[in-house]
C-alpha cells in the first residue's frame, strides 16, 4: 500500500511538471496552483509567551501578563480580545462586561468581525442578558454570522432589534437577514415570510425593496411546493 502511494504521486508530480512535453493541458496556470498555498497564521509576536503559559496551564499569570502588555499597546486590538477570552477563562465576568462594549464597537469599526463574534459571544455566556446598546453594530455582526451558518445566534442578536430601536434605520435589513436566519438555517419559512410581509408592508420606501420582494416571492413558491 505504502509502495502504491508513493508511485502514484511521484507520477502526479511527473505529470504536472512535464505537462507539455507529454501533450497534456493544465486548466489552471502552474503558478496558481502553487500560489494558493497558504501557510498558517503566525502567533503575533506579543502573545507568544502568553500561549506558553496557556499551555502550561497558568491562564492567571498569563491573563497578568497581558494585561501589561495591553497598557503598553492599548491600540492592539488582538491583545485586547485575547485579554477578554482570559477574563473569561479566570471567569473575571465582570470586568469583562465592562470592556466588552467598547471592544466589540473597536472591532467592528476595524472590520475585524470574526473576533467580535467571539467576543460577543463570551459575553452573552457570562451574562445571558448582554446586550449591545448601540444600533449600528448588529447589522455587521449579524451579516457575518448568517455568512459563518450561526443562524440560532443570528436570531438571538436580533430578536426585539424594533422595540428597543425603533428609530434605527437599519431595521428592514437587519430583520431581512433574520428572516434569511430562520428560513435557510432553521426552516422556519412561515415565520419568515411574516416577517417579509411586514417590511414590504412598512417599509415600502426601503432601498432593499425590491430584495425583500424577490425573497418573499421564492420563499412563497417552497411554502406552495411543500404543500404538494
Known amino acids: 500500500m505504502y509502495f502504491t502511494l508513493v508511485i502514484f504521486s511521484i507520477l502526479g508530480y511527473v505529470l504536472l511538471k512535464y505537462h507539455h512535453r507529454l501533450g497534456f493541458q493544465v486548466s489552471v496556470p502552474i503558478e496558481e496552483l502553487f500560489s494558493s498555498y497558504n501557510p498558517p497564521p503566525k502567533v503575533h509576536p506579543l502573545l507568544k509567551d502568553i500561549e506558553v503559559l496557556l499551555k502550561e496551564n497558568k491562564s492567571l499569570d498569563a491573563l497578568q501578563r497581558l494585561q501589561g502588555r495591553i497598557h503598553d499597546n492599548p491600540k492592539e486590538l488582538l491583545l485586547q480580545s485575547r485579554y477578554h477570552k482570559l477574563l473569561f477563562i479566570n471567569k473575571k465576568f465582570e470586568i469583562m462586561l465592562e470592556s466588552a462594549p467598547s471592544l466589540l464597537r473597536s472591532l467592528i469599526k476595524n472590520k475585524n468581525l470574526t473576533l467580535a463574534i467571539d467576543v460577543y459571544q463570551q459575553s452573552l455566556q457570562a451574562d445571558k442578558k448582554f446586550m449591545l446598546s448601540d444600533h449600528t453594530l448588529y447589522l455587521p455582526l449579524a451579516e457575518t454570522m448568517l455568512q459563518t451558518g450561526q443562524h440560532k445566534m443570528v436570531v438571538h442578536l436580533l430578536k426585539g432589534f424594533h422595540q428597543r430601536f425603533p428609530q434605527s434605520p437599519s ?51 417552497i411554502i406552495e411546493a411543500q404543500k404538494c
Not at 435589513?173 to 417579509?196: H, W
Open 171 to 221: 431595521i428592514p435589513e437587519v430583520y431581512f437577514i433574520l428572516s434569511k436566519a430562520l428560513s435557510e438555517g432553521l426552516s422556519q419559512d412561515t415565520q419568515a415570510l411574516s416577517i417579509l410581509t411586514y417590511l414590504l408592508k412598512t417599509y415600502p420606501n426601503s432601498p432593499i425593496y425590491s430584495n425583500i420582494l424577490s425573497y418573499k416571492k421564492t420563499l412563497d413558491q
